[in-house]
């Protein structure tokens, strides 16, 4: 299985996924200056009004929340997207104490962490494995965090991680709607790339969100209780620094909303 270890991490995935070394990798580091500010490219719209998630979990690699993804209840719209784009999960990224965790970079900076709005087109495909292993299947909105003052909401995440410290371990987490994560401004950075974990399917159109949300350093630290192992498992690795380094872009166009 893959990790984020010496020996079981993003410089050893091209072996089992040789994708890896594709031509839409992601994460990238954006440079600002030579995105190209496209007029046609309108707003996000996000309808995650009746929120519909139903449990936060443990992967072994990463804090999830899914989404009931049966109807378009929770849908991304708007901007690169042609169609409406269901809601499946959110998951974050994010680093050591007092080093950084995010997967883009923004002119060679990390920040502190990244969250991921993982949405699929359930137009053109009839379900989420099907649209993650096919080109602009999936949306990915990212979202870099930022430490500073404390988030007002994301205690509602965080006080739900001491119950999924352990790989495989799931709870209930109903009525979450991610909206109140979210900045003021979703003026935003686009580009065609891949899952930045293994399988890496070339499959994501990125949304890159410009301002980061502020969390404060103790809220931040609540992710590093989590453990990559097992409750049954002896070691207990501490779950951080699950993030991959940015890719090449070979040739890609960055858009810019404005
Ligand atoms: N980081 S990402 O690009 O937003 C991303 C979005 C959706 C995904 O499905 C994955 N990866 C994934 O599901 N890998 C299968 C095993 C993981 C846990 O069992 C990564
Ligand atoms: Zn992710």
């Known amino acids: 299985q893959?990790?984020?270890?010496?020996?079981?991490g993003p410089s050893a995935w091209n072996?089992?996924?040789?994708?890896?070394?594709g031509d839409r990798q992601s994460p990238i580091d954006i440079l600002p200056h030579q995105a190209r500010h496209d007029p046609n490219l309108g707003p996000i719209v996000l309808?995650?009004?009746?929120?519909?998630?139903?449990?936060i979990a443990n992967n072994g690699h990463s804090v999830v929340v899914e989404f009931e993804d049966s109807d378009d209840r929770s849908v991304i719209q708007g901007g690169p997207l042609d169609n409406p784009y269901r809601l499946k999960q959110f998951h974050f990224h994010w680093g050591g104490k007092g080093c950084h965790g995010s997967e883009h970079t923004v002119e060679g900076n990390s920040y502190a962490s990244e969250l991921h709005l993982v949405h699929w087109n359930a137009v053109k495909f009839k379900t989420f494995g099907e649209a993650a292993s096919t080109s602009d299947g999936l949306a990915?909105?990212?979202i870099f965090l930022e430490t500073g003052d404390e988030h007002r909401w994301l205690h509602?995440?965080?006080?739900?991680?001491y119950t999924v410290k352990f790989k495989g371990s799931v709870t209930d987490f109903k009525g979450f709607n991610p909206k109140c994560l979210l900045p003021s401004?979703?003026?935003y950075w686009t580009y065609l790339g891949s899952l930045t974990t293994p399988p890496l399917h070339e499959s994501v159109i990125w949304i890159v969100v410009k301002e980061p949300m502020i969390v404060s350093e103790k809220q931040l630290g609540k992710f590093r209780t989590l453990v990559f192992t097992g409750e049954e498992e002896d070691e207990r690795t501490r779950m951080e620094n699950n993030f991959r380094p940015p890719q090449l872009l070979k040739g890609r166009t960055v858009r810019s909303s404005n």
């Not at 893959?2 to 079981?8: C, L």
């Not at 509602?156 to 991680?161: E, G, S, V």
């Open 2 to 8: 893959w990790g984020y270890g010496k020996d079981d």
């Open 15 to 21: 072996t089992n996924y040789p994708v890896a070394d």
């Open 47 to 55: 309808n995650y009004d009746r929120c519909t998630s139903i449990n």
């Open 140 to 142: 990915v909105l990212g």
């Open 156 to 161: 509602m995440i965080t006080d739900a991680l």
């Open 185 to 187: 401004s979703l003026h």
